[in-house]
């Protein structure tokens, strides 16, 4: 916005499109305004990423993949609400877009709890990376199956979990999961 300081206009101060009025030295100057170019930090850096090989995924998917998205789309989300994908292309770009949450339980004895759109695997790895337990092909697109959360009691074993989402973007996480001490006292 332009300010004028005096009735006939002579004398301007601020922005107007693409120039500023200044004073320089008691004199008016023009000059154009230029935007500073910030450099992106490496989240967003990562997670354009991630947008770019979300998009590569979801156009690389068959015909027949593409019209199961549509039809499970359509069946779980009828009608629109704040907070969720608007089409089922957004929805489908969320597998690569999204991280898997894992939440540990206070209450009951150390549950994990994963979500995610669609988890294809999950593993639990003792301290050697030996595998403790596994779950396979908890989401198909095929048989028009994703599963968004599982819960589950770890092994005594477990240390770590490795969590596989349908893409096949593997995750591992740490349990740091405390182990209960038992103290004896002499009766």
Known sequence: MVKIQNVFGDIKKGK?????????????????????????????????????DAVLWVNSLTSPEKTNLKKYYSKSYQSWKPGQPSTWYNWAKTFIMKKPELNLSASSPYTYFINHPAILKIEELDDSGGVVYTSNNLSNITAMVFKDHFSKDPNTDTVSLRVTTLPGIVFEYDLDVPQPIIISFPC
Request: charged share 30%; aromatic share 10%.
């Open 16 to 52: 107007q499109d693409n120039a500023i009025y200044q004073l320089h030295y008691g004199r008016q100057i023009r000059r154009v305004a230029y935007k500073e170019k910030i450099q992106p930090s490496l989240r967003q850096i990562n997670q354009r990423i991630r947008f770019k």
